[in-house]
């Protein structure tokens, strides 16, 4: 069974989106509009996605207008998006809408990414959502040089030092980039 990571991009006062749900600020920053060498999970087999992220990729890419886009990005690892909508997927794409809790969605996640490990894209709160079910296996983070006033917070939740361990911290280009381990909840017994 493979890893549940959480890999994405932050400022560096922990926002992984604007106000607006807007990136424009990461693919401003010198080598923030296409991911370094080896920063995107090699061993990732799926891909989960929340609502905001999702529809963010549709609005900014014309994927819809352009399937063929989906496999640049996305290749052809099925993309399990949680949302309580009804959404358009572009065509071609193996895009598995699921709705209700993380845990009651890992067995079907799961099974879909086999010996692979799972990349959770975005956003925030969904990778919390992963932590409080005790799923998360790694936090990835690359840190770009940029502070937002407000915006959609990198992990909404408060998480102790206990629960995570600094594996990496490296220069990649303009960002910093720190990759934690991410261990199980301590029980209360």
């Known amino acids: 069974m493979g890893r549940i990571i959480f890999d994405t991009a932050a400022t560096i006062n922990g926002f992984i989106a ?3 749900d807007s990136l424009a600020w990461l693919f401003a920053v010198e080598g923030g509009e296409e991911p370094a060498e080896g920063l995107v999970p090699a061993n990732a087999s799926v891909m989960v996605e929340g609502r905001t992220t999702y529809e963010w990729v549709l609005r900014e890419t014309g994927i819809l207008e352009q399937p063929e886009k989906w496999r640049e990005f996305h290749g052809d690892r099925p993309t399990f998006v949680f949302t309580h909508r009804e959404l358009p997927a572009p065509e ?3 895009i598995r809408f699921v709705s209700g809790s993380v845990a009651d ?7 879909a990414a086999g010996d692979g490990d799972i990349w ?24 770009a040089p940029v502070a937002l006033t407000a915006g959609a917070p990198l992990f909404p939740r408060r998480v102790e030092s206990d629960r995570l361990r600094l594996e990496e911290a490296s220069a990649v280009g303009q960002f910093a980039r720190l990759r934690y381990s991410v261990r199980p909840a301590a029980s209360s017994s």
């Not at 894209?121 to 296996?137: R, S, Y």
Request: glycine content about 14%; cysteine-free.
């Open 18 to 20: 604007d106000e607006h």
């Open 92 to 94: 071609g794409a193996d």
């Open 105 to 111: 969605s890992l067995p079907a996640i799961r099974e």
């Open 120 to 143: 959770v894209v975005g956003g925030g709160d969904l990778a919390g959502q992963f932590l409080d079910a005790d799923a998360l296996d790694e936090l990835a983070i690359s840190l």
